[in-house]
């Protein structure tokens, strides 16, 4: 029997009108927005309502959080802003039980994984999706290094997973088939010089539909 893909897609660190231009025309089902500062696609509260008001509505916003104060979190979370806050840091259960209880949306954790075990621990969580990504010392993610799919295999996940790391047109339908996550992410692989390039997002979106999976 032919297996069958629904994969959702995820377009992260939007940070421009010309970004999110770019995504309206794409159809992605989410866009993020990185929230936290220190980091290159960073964007502030102020940048990100601007650009939230021209996101198509049909596409789902995602606020990526890394380590942060819970009350910043809680200004995006009480106005409704975000259906997804994507947690990339060290959050840990403690924390995501007191973000449930002031924010409707669903509650992503990111994991940097290094070996099986690290996939299982996250799954173990409150949160209602995982996104594994590959790991670096020095980073939480949009290093463009490629995720290690042999770690993901072999873990024993239970929660409905998005994949990142490293994704480019080049290798996403075989990620895709490698591992069967629910999403993928995509930040540097569709960026030119450290931009959103248009083709290139138009590009992944024509390879999943001609691919059979999205």
């Known amino acids: 029997m032919t297996k069958t893909y629904s994969t959702f897609v995820k377009f992260c660190g939007m940070r421009r009108v010309e970004d999110i231009g770019y995504a309206n025309q794409c159809?992605?089902?989410?866009?993020?927005?990185?929230?936290?500062?220190?980091?290159?696609?960073?964007?502030?509260?102020?940048?990100?309502?601007?650009?939230?008001?021209?996101?198509?509505k049909d596409i789902k916003?995602?606020?990526?959080?890394?380590?942060?104060p819970l009350e910043n979190i809680l200004h995006c979370a009480y106005n409704e802003s975000l259906d997804?806050?994507?947690?990339?840091?060290?959050?840990?259960?403690?924390?995501?039980?007191?973000?449930?209880?002031?924010?409707?949306?669903?509650?992503?954790?990111?994991?940097?994984a290094k070996c099986p075990e690290d996939i299982e621990k996250a799954g173990r969580l409150s949160c209602d999706k995982?996104?594994?990504?590959?790991?670096s010392e020095n980073a939480y993610g949009g290093t463009g290094k490629r995720v290690n799919t042999e770690i993901v295999k072999n873990a024993e996940i239970t929660k409905p997973?998005?994949?990142?790391?490293?994704?480019t047109a080049e290798n996403i339908a075989e990620i895709i088939r490698e591992v069967s996550p629910c999403g993928v992410d995509l930040s540097s692989g569709i960026e030119t010089d450290g931009f959103k390039d248009f083709n290139k997002m138009k590009n992944i979106m024509r390879i999943l539909e001609e691919e059979n999976l999205r």
């Open 27 to 56: 159809r992605p089902d989410y866009a993020g927005f990185i929230l936290s500062d220190g980091f290159k696609r960073s964007v502030d509260f102020g940048t990100f309502y601007e650009l939230n008001t021209y996101l198509d």
């Open 161 to 167: 997973f998005f994949i990142a790391g490293g994704i």
């Open 61 to 68: 916003r995602v606020g990526v959080f890394v380590n942060e």
């Open 130 to 135: 995982l996104l594994i990504d590959s790991f």
């Open 84 to 112: 997804v806050i994507q947690l990339h840091g060290d959050e840990d259960e403690a924390y995501i039980e007191k973000l449930r209880g002031v924010f409707s949306g669903e509650i992503w954790k990111a994991v940097r």
